[in-house]
């Protein structure tokens, strides 16, 4: 604890400091590349869908000495022509997984299954999906989506500020998309619980950009009264105030979906334990990183363009060595951001954040 | 630093005692209930589910309305309850039209519960007009593998000479060698398929449309996924149908008699035919008129047009001939039942038609062993990852990590505490989906106590004495866990009403547990907190206690002359 606790308090202080914001433009390129690559991934690619989004059968068979050749026997032997994909999980058990089929030639292979392997057609686990459920369960998965983008905005306008939504909402977009990127260049199976885990993932990423934008605008209030430092110095300094929080909260929530994913795989193979973490798994990293380096730099971006703030900016500036350098231009304040963050820990960066703590 | 003296949340006792208070009454409300067991879920115990889509059938006036759907939950629990097995389910999920009916029956009774929900069960008794063999190409002779199928008959029960028939394999296409056996010579194999082309036939009955032959002509029964039935057709219109077990096609008149049309119905052993099981209807008035015109109608007419066929969700089970006109109001239903189908279709028949037809959009049939194995990794994953956050917890924030501890404890049992009582009150079930929404939810719950440490350990790298930085600290984190909390439950309400099926337990265990991180932080954490910082190891900044203002990189510290303290900042 002492290490990172001495870290941590360097960080709060300022004494180390990250520069997020001021590189802003390499981590817009670098996630721009991320997405450029999941579309592309999507599109030629696309994703591996489940029976339950293009319809269709599973069956498994928990039978001591089931082998894959004997279930496609067994299948075969039912003259259903059908796309079939069998794979064993463990020693035990075999899984086979067919196209759109009816429900009497659903119990055909059931029964098919049942006499090849001398078991119980009951005790049989099947899945039987019609080809219009995938189509139901995505539209219901989109709407939730938009409504979830809506009243996400409103209440974080609400309980924050309209540009800290908007910003938060493109981190989380950024996430979705990645992630989705990641689920099609991988081939990951895409089911239900995956897409439940996607729509999970908006919540968790939002709750880190929260812990983080709090920060900022703690830091940031009350600062166009003064000229000690820009919003993007404020808010770079919120994020390295945060920066042991937020990978402790990360760290934190990814220990028990790890958990899931590392028993769900292993003992139960495919199902909704091992596509839900798994999906949870992925997100929370690109979650993790868009809260600091997306959400918390479009808001500084959003926020330079104020007139108050670019005002701000030049007073700052002028107050600095590089006065020269600021004309209010974004571009000039970007530059300003990153000389003056390259001075590491100057005494005037601790003052002002001692002040406004007093202050309230 | 001012305010920090005079906070309102300094009264951990009275906090902890709404704890408690909480606590006595949900348990007391479990004890009361009688609730001494989680409601495990099927995909956990093992059984069958069954989600019903409703659907919009082409020509029917039947709109998918709200009320149709209530209608169908009703006669379709019905049909659930004749099973007789206990805890079965039916429920709606969504909202107004478009919602889901969710049929789950435990324990091992698989197929037959698909059978009998999905099925509309729309009876109707239609004239054959044209009947012909069940293949695409009309041929011209009758060949011998398709033998003639239709086995039934449809008799006034007290009037046995109406009785005719001959027992068919039930299972289609496999042309058992059952030659007809009929009793009455005179009356012959009734539908023997000579599949004389309707083109071709000598009297076509004039409601017989070409199009209606060109459809007919294209109708391959052979083919399963032309015998699926599943009703939605216009009464009032001829119709072009398969027999259920795909031994014979045929055109039908409007219908005569309609499944509304029967008082009752019932299963019984035919003791003068073959013994066979089959279904003994009755009808009202307006059915007993309806059929004996029928009869009385088709009685002298010209093999098949003799015939009237028992359509079953548009598809024929059987197709008797009439020999006699029946207007003693009752019919029997044959066709080779098991005693299970025969009581399975009058219970079907008892409760009415749905008004509705449904796909069955998925269709879940898990075994116990499964059910217990999936049991068995949730809890293990359950049992690891809470395992590895409290020794995170303990290992960062060494003697706040025991806060975290205690903390997650309760969190667990007040979730315990409300998995029992919301089980008996809203019939709440845990899916495997919702233990990986608790086990998920430990480290949401986990990460606000991180929040407000973080926060306490900020106010003592100000230099806060550590009393007020709770305080102070603590004004700053609930507004930070209060917001986070509310995304989190926005998330899950959200994920609930648009989850299809078992997803939705991993939403509203989610929501419940969110709630309950809410609950335990104010009342739990926070108070807890503020009584250990009057403790010495606590208070005094022991090393171990994760509050040492040393450690930390406290500016000031209570032990430090502010002099030191003061030439710190100005080193930096």
Redesign the interface.
Known sequence: ??R???L???L??G?ISIDFIGKRRRWYAFSGALIVISAIALSFQGLHLGI?FKGGASF?V?QAGVTVAAAQEAIASTGIKTEVITQTIGTDKVQVQTGVI??????MI?DALAAKFNV???????????P??GA??TH??L??LF??LF??VL??SL??EPKMAIAAIIAVVHDLLITVGIYALVGFDVT??T??GF??I???S??DT??VF?KVR?NTRGLTGGSRMTYSQAANHAIN??L??SM??S??????????L???AG??GA???KD??LA?FVGLATGTYSSIFVATPILASLHEREPAMQALSRRVASKGNQGTKANGETDAVLVETKARSSQT?S?PR?QPK?KN??K? | MARANTPTSSRPGRSLLVLLAIFVILGATAVIQGASSVKLGLDLRGGTSVTLQPRIVAGQKGKVTSAAIDQAVAIIRQRVNSLGVAESEVTATGSGTNRQIVISVPGDTGRRIVQLVGQTAELRFRQVLVEGAPGLAPAPSASPSPSPSTSASVSATPTPTAKKGKSAPHAAGTASPSPSTSPNPTVGPSVSPTATPPTTATSLPADVTPAMVAKYNALDCTKLINRQGGGGDDPNLPLVSCDRNGTAKYILSKAEVLGSEIKSASAVLDQTGGGGWMVLLNFNGAGTTAFANVTSRVVGLAAPQNQVAIVLDGLVVSAPRIISAITAGSAQITGNFTQTDSSDLANVLKYGALPLAFDSGEVQQISPTLGADQLHAGLLAGAIGLFLVLLYSLLYYRGLGLVSVGSLAIAGGLTYLFTLVLGKTIGFTLTLAGIAGLIVSIGITADSFIVFFERLRDEVREGKTLRSAVETGWVRARHTIIVADAVSLIASVLLYFFAVGGVRGFAFTLGLTTMIDLLIVFTFTKPLVTLLVRTKFYGGGHPLSGLSPDRLGAKTSMVRAPSTAQSSVQEA
Do not use: C, H
């Open positions: 604890m002492s990172s606790g001495t941590g308090s360097k709060y202080r004494e339950e498994s928990k009816t429900t009497a030639e659903s119990q059931q119980n057609s009951n005790s049989i686990d099947t899945q039987l999906v019609g219009s459920w139901d369960i219901k998965a709407y939730g409504a979830f009243v996400v209440f974080l309980a924050f239900p619980a897409v439940i729509l999970t908006l919540g968790y939002l709750y929260v812990v709090d703690e105030q945060t042991v929080r402790n909260t760290l934190i929530a990814l220990l028990p979906v790890a958990s899931i590392f028993v769900g003992l139960l199902g909704t334990l839900l973490s949870l820990s005494a601790n001692r703590k007093k309230r």
